[in-house]
T-cell receptor, first 113, second 113 residues
């Protein structure tokens, strides 16, 4: 199993729907997770981070962490066309003083008007 | 507060030419990174520097060299560019604490012909 895995998509949802993006991880990463959004031709920008089991909400975004099942998800409520982007999941490498972040390949999201 | 500044934004090189990509951060971060991003390949770590005075290889270091000039600056050098190095390059920095995110520069789109 790769350290951090994401379904590459594309995930297509209609405007106003809930988009659900998932990430699974192995024991080779520390259980602190970052969700980044990357628009085409731009650099990644942080949306949310989550470190504790359960849900964390920020506006239309909810991150969910399930340590027992080793997955983390990002829900986007009331999806807008402006949410169309690639979403990257990342976590620090376990050991090695946690300096390196391990990245998933990203999930492409298309929100259709 | 500029964050992470990366130059140049675009560059075209001929095979065999050399160049240096510059990166500077003003967030007093210890760790700095160079990534390349190719379609379908995600972010791949070239080199990183956990602190001033140290550098380590990432996944794809061949053909590159780095210099951590001081705490603020981390440069990436291509000694003899090859078409396989055509990519988008991102510099990033990150604090020391486990639960801190990485901040990215705006990226450099490099084409080697």
């Amino acid at each position: 199993q790769k350290e951090v895995e994401q379904n590459s998509g594309p995930l297509s949802v209609p405007e106003g729907a809930i988009a659900s993006l998932n990430c699974t991880y192995s024991d080779r990463v520390s259980q602190s997770f970052f969700w980044y959004r990357q628009y085409s031709g731009k650099s990644p920008e942080l949306i949310m981070s989550i470190y504790s089991n359960g849900d964390k909400e920020d506006g239309r975004f909810t991150a969910q962490l399930n340590k027992a099942s080793q997955y983390v998800s990002l829900l986007i409520r009331d999806s807008q066309p402006s949410d169309s982007a690639t979403y990257l999941c990342a976590a620090p490498e376990r050991g090695g003083n946690n300096r390196k972040l391990i990245w998933g390949l990203g999930t492409s999201l298309a929100v259709n008007p | 507060n500029a964050g992470v500044t990366q130059t140049p934004k675009f560059q075209v090189l001929k095979t065999g030419q050399s160049m240096t990509l510059q990166c500077a951060q003003d967030m007093n971060h210890n760790s700095m990174y160079w990534y390349r991003q190719d379609p379908g390949m995600g972010l791949r770590l070239i080199y990183y520097s956990a602190s001033e005075g140290t550098t380590d290889k990432g996944e794809v270091p061949n053909g590159y060299n780095v210099s951590r000039l001081n705490k603020r600056e981390f440069s990436l050098r291509l000694e003899s560019a090859a078409p396989s190095q055509t990519s988008v390059y991102f510099c990033a920095s990150r604090g020391t604490v486990l639960n801190t995110e990485a901040f990215f520069g705006q990226g450099t789109r490099l084409t080697v012909v």
